[in-house]
C-alpha cells in the first residue's frame, strides 16, 4: 500500500481561536458610535478563521518536478493482456502507477513509477470532503515503426495546470511531466495494440490530501497517473447518435468552473443524462440561459456545420471559449485543421454563440449540414437528432448514413496525425 503522510491541524486549543466574542454595543451609545461599531464587528466577522486560512508564501523557491530524479520499481507480476477485441473503455489498467508527492514546505518530491496499487488515505483527506481534485485526458499512440507517440501533451499539461490552480492545488512544469509521462507510457508500452484504433488511455490525476475539515489551501497533494488499454470509440464503425437538449440542468455557468476539468463537474451531469437515456437519447445537449444557448454535448465539445439562408455559404460552428466551454485538445484540433484545410474550400470557421432556435431554424429550412461532438475518447462523434420541446430536430444526415463528410474528415486527419501516419509538430515521440 501507498501511504500518504499528512500533517494533521492542532487540537481543541487550535480550535478555540476559531471562535470571536460577540460585540457588545451600549444603548446609549451615539447612532455614530453604533455604525462604527457595527461596521468593525463585520470586519471582525469577515475575519473570523471558521475555515483554514491559506498560510503567507513563501519566502523561499519551492522544488518543481525533477523527471531525473525518477524512481522504477518494475512489477514482479505482470498482468495478462487483453484480447483487443475485448478491451472496454476505462475498465483495465496496465501493470504500474506513476506518483509524485507535493507538500507546502518542500515542493514536489521524488517522482515514482511502482506497480499498480490501492491509495492509502486518511479518512479526513480534503479530497473526500471538499472535491480538491482535477485531472487530464490524454492518449498513446503506436505508429506503423514500434514508436510510442503522445498527442499534443502541451495543450493537456496547460489545462492541467489551469484546473489545479483554480482550486488551488499546486502547479508544475508542464514540459517536466510530459517528460515523465513519456516515460510511462513507454514502460507500459506492451499494452498498446499495433493497430489503429487502438491506444493507451492515460489518466494524471491530481488530489489534496491534508487531513482537515478545514476549508483551505491542502499543505499536502499527490499527483499520480494510471493507464489503461482502450480499443475504438466505435469499433464497427461510426454509429450517430440522439441527443436531449437539456435546459432543466445547469453543466456550466459564468463565473463558475465549467471550463476546468474538475471530477466535481462531471457527478452531477449523471442523473440528467440517466434520464435522457431512460428516454431514448444517449447523451445531454446542454443548453444555457433563457436564451438556450448551445454549450456542449455530454462531456464532449460541439460543432454545427450551417448554410447561411441568403448566401448558401458554409459555416462550421462552435460556442466560444467564455468560462463555461471546456477547453477541449479535440476542439482545438478541429478548429485548427478547419482553418487550415476547410477555408480554402469557401467554409467559414466561427466561435460565437447560438441558440438552440436557430439550430431549430435551420433544420427546418434544410441548411444544417451536419453536428458533431469533439472529444478525447471518440475524437468526434456524429449527431442524427436533437430532441428539443417535443419536436425532433434533424442534423443532416440520411437514414443511411451515420456521419457526415466533415466527421468523417476531422476524424481521419486527426487519427493521421495521433499514429504518425502524417508528421506534424503535434505528435511527440515518447523517448
Excluded at 481543541?12 to 457595527?38: E, V
Excluded at 479526513?124 to 480538491?132: D, E, G, I, N, T
Excluded at 502541451?154 to 489551469?162: C, G, L, S, V
Aim: aromatic letters at 10%.
Amino acid at each position: 500500500m501507498l501511504r500518504l503522510a499528512s500533517r494533521r491541524l492542532g487540537g481543541s486549543g487550535a480550535a478555540a481561536s476559531f471562535f470571536t466574542p460577540p460585540l457588545s454595543i451600549s444603548a446609549s451609545a451615539s447612532p455614530a458610535s453604533h455604525a462604527r461599531l457595527l461596521l468593525c464587528g463585520a470586519a471582525q466577522q469577515a475575519r473570523r478563521p471558521y475555515s483554514a486560512q491559506p498560510e503567507a508564501p513563501a519566502t523561499r523557491q519551492l522544488r518543481d518536478i525533477q523527471p531525473a530524479e525518477l524512481e522504477i520499481t518494475v512489477t514482479q507480476q505482470p498482468g495478462k493482456l487483453k484480447k483487443s477485441e475485448d478491451l472496454v473503455f476505462g475498465r483495465n489498467f496496465t501493470d504500474h502507477m506513476m506518483t509524485i508527492p507535493w507538500n507546502k514546505d518542500e515542493g514536489w518530491l521524488a517522482p515514482q513509477i511502482g506497480p499498480y496499487q490501492n491509495l492509502s488515505l486518511d479518512p479526513a483527506s480534503c479530497v473526500f470532503h471538499y472535491a480538491f481534485e482535477c485531472f487530464e485526458g490524454m492518449k498513446a499512440y503506436r505508429d506503423k515503426d514500434g514508436r510510442i507517440r503522445l498527442f499534443r501533451p502541451d495543450k493537456n499539461m496547460a489545462r492541467f495546470n489551469k484546473s489545479a490552480a483554480r482550486i488551488a492545488l499546486p502547479t508544475f512544469n508542464d514540459a517536466a511531466l510530459t517528460d515523465l509521462i513519456a516515460r510511462f507510457a513507454q514502460l507500459e508500452a506492451r499494452f498498446i495494440p499495433d493497430r489503429r484504433g487502438y491506444s493507451l488511455y492515460l489518466r494524471p490525476t491530481m488530489i489534496g490530501t491534508q487531513a482537515t475539515l478545514g476549508v483551505g489551501p491542502p499543505g499536502s497533494a499527490l499527483l499520480y497517473v494510471i493507464a489503461s488499454p482502450v480499443g475504438p470509440y466505435y469499433p464497427t464503425g461510426f454509429k450517430a447518435i440522439s441527443l436531449e437538449a437539456t435546459d432543466y440542468a445547469v453543466r456550466a455557468w459564468p463565473g463558475g468552473v465549467g471550463d476546468k476539468k474538475l471530477g466535481a463537474n462531471y457527478a452531477p451531469c449523471i442523473v440528467p443524462q440517466r434520464e435522457a437515456l431512460s428516454r431514448g437519447f444517449q447523451q445531454n445537449l446542454w443548453l444555457f440561459g433563457a436564451e438556450e444557448y448551445v454549450t456542449e454535448v455530454g462531456t464532449m465539445n460541439f460543432f454545427v456545420a450551417l448554410r447561411d439562408r441568403t448566401t448558401g455559404a458554409k459555416e462550421l460552428v462552435t460556442a466560444p471559449l467564455d468560462g463555461t466551454i471546456l477547453e477541449g485538445v479535440t476542439r482545438d484540433s478541429v478548429l485548427a485543421l478547419a482553418r487550415e484545410r476547410l477555408v480554402p474550400e469557401g467554409w467559414t470557421v466561427t466561435e460565437r454563440k447560438y441558440t438552440m432556435r436557430e439550430l431549430a431554424d435551420a433544420a427546418a429550412e434544410g441548411r444544417l449540414i451536419e453536428a458533431f461532438g469533439a472529444g478525447t475518447a471518440a475524437i468526434v462523434s456524429p449527431v442524427r437528432a436533437i430532441s428539443w420541446h417535443g419536436q425532433m430536430v434533424p442534423c443532416g444526415l440520411r437514414d443511411d448514413q451515420e456521419s457526415g463528410e466533415i466527421t468523417t474528415r476531422m476524424k481521419d486527419w486527426i487519427e493521421g496525425i495521433q499514429y504518425g501516419e502524417e508528421e506534424h509538430p503535434w505528435s511527440y515521440v515518447c523517448k
